[in-house]
């Protein structure tokens, strides 16, 4: 198996990481043109004056010029202007993950936070609290995720709509903290975007989608979750400023508790590009355990437990825009997965062996919609081939605890717990999906709920 360069992939991102900080920046920042219209004016004075040179005066204003372009750059040698630079005059700036949200001078832990009215009356809820498995906060719909699983096509409609995020320079700042960031590659992909609540689903209505970029999730999704931190000249932390204050909620009265209520046209606020996770069951019946390098945009140093990121517009595309939508998603899962896998020429097969099982919203990233999936290896050998891409993934290894029957999934998410992994977020909902659906054999279950367990029983085990 061919390993990549892990460090000339982040050197080649970098480079294009940068370049498209400066595209986004040149559309939507009037400060920023400014800026680089000085710097070419003066670039071009300084080819003039060495074309012309005649005299001393030719010399001194070529030194004039120049002093102006190192202005311009400063000790940093940066054509960023000074306010977005992540370090200026000796202070250092990074972000920092918040854990409360900031709203009208108040501080709310996440775990404050409901679903948007519409969602809420559709299930949504945490289907994890109180039970110490992740700090972040999910929130998902049983009846919603049996919706997408029995429907004959998941439909959708397409939107063409441009949308200005930055509301505030600090997201600029916040963007060219990522970018400068060497140890994880961030550049602006094309994605794809649910722009819209998913209670419709309930009475077959059509989810709104929309081309989205990667940026746009970094200035709102991302973005509004963080902390600026800046230290100071003796070296000592201090918050610069707390973007969650941004974070598309508001406050509302339960049972005599203020609460934040997410808005319901919060993805008017926020990216909403779409995520993707695929749990991963290997050749030898066991969930395979992807650790994560420190080059993960996303969830670095955690466990994954099968293929996941989000959904590029180009998977829609390639899928050939189908009139399901399941099929799309399932195209960017099995794509995740052979990526991070190491095994491309697989693909096919994983494409043929992925079920989309559910959808829950990532509440610490501003209710992003993530896609849950199941992935059965088959006769892909994913511990013989070393299953890393040597990139993201740094080690594959298999959860020792064999899957021959859909309640063996309870058994894997209780070896989760007493061992302490730190799973991803998104993993653990694909799990806990799947721990749902194991349930539906009980004599109280819906007879959507059993046609659901039938569904995935024949999927994963006939």
Request: proline share 3%; charged share 25%.
């Amino acid at each position: 198996m061919k390993t990549k360069n892990p460090a000339l992939l982040n050197f080649m991102r970098n480079i294009k990481g940068r370049w498209d900080l400066f595209v986004v920046l040149m559309r939507w920042d009037k400060v920023y043109r400014k800026e680089i219209t000085i710097v070419i004016l003066t670039l071009m004075l300084i080819s003039y004056s060495i074309i012309d040179i005649n005299d001393k005066w030719d010399y001194a204003a070529m030194a004039l010029e120049i002093s102006i372009l190192l202005l311009q750059f400063g000790s940093e040698m940066s054509i960023l202007p000074i306010k977005y630079r992540p370090m200026h005059a000796g202070i250092q700036h990074f972000s920092q993950l918040c854990t409360h949200i900031w709203n009208n001078k108040r501080s709310f832990p996440m775990a404050d936070i409901l679903p948007p009215k519409a969602e809420e009356n559709a299930g949504f809820q945490n289907p994890i609290a109180g039970q110490e498995l992740s700090a972040e906060i999910p929130f998902s719909s049983d009846q919603v995720s049996d919706k997408i699983i029995l429907t004959d096509a998941l439909r959708y409609q397409e939107v063409s709509k441009d949308i200005n995020y930055i509301i505030s320079n600090l997201q600029i700042m916040y963007l060219a903290l990522r970018v400068a960031t060497k140890t994880q590659h961030t550049t602006n992909g094309v994605k794809l975007a649910l722009y819209g609540l998913t209670d419709g689903l309930l009475n077959d209505e059509p989810l709104t989608l929309r081309k989205s970029y990667y940026f746009d999730a970094l200035l709102t999704n991302e973005a509004f979750r963080s902390r600026l931190i800046r230290r100071n000249l003796r070296g000592h932390e201090e918050i610069y400023s707390d973007l969650s204050a941004y974070y598309p909620v508001r406050q509302e009265q339960v049972n005599g508790r203020t609460m934040l209520r997410i808005r319901p046209d919060f993805y008017e606020s926020v990216s909403g590009h779409i995520g993707i996770t695929t749990l991963l069951l290997t050749d030898n019946n066991k969930i395979g355990m992807l650790h994560q390098g420190a080059g993960k945009v996303i969830d670095a140093k955690k466990v994954g437990l099968g293929g996941s990121g989000s959904m590029d517009y180009s998977d829609f595309d390639k899928a050939g825009k189908p009139e399901d939508l399941r099929k799309a998603i399932a195209y960017g899962m099995a794509r995740e997965l052979a990526e991070e896998t190491g095994t491309k020429q697989h693909f096919d097969t994983l494409l043929d062996r992925t079920m989309v099982t559910g959808f829950f919203r990532w509440v610490d990233r501003c209710a992003k919609p993530e896609f849950v999936g199941i992935t059965r290896g088959g006769d892909v050998a994913f511990s013989e081939e070393g299953s890393i891409d040597g990139d993201e993934i740094v080690k594959f290894e298999e959860m020792p605890i064999t899957i021959r029957k859909l309640k063996d999934f309870k058994k894997a998410l209780a070896y989760i717990k007493e061992n302490d992994i730190k799973v991803s977020l998104s993993s653990l909902m694909a799990l806990q999906r799947m721990v749902a659906i194991a349930g539906y054999d009980s004599d109280d279950a819906t007879a959507e709920q059993k046609q659901v367990f039938d569904k995935m029983n024949n999927f994963l085990f006939s």
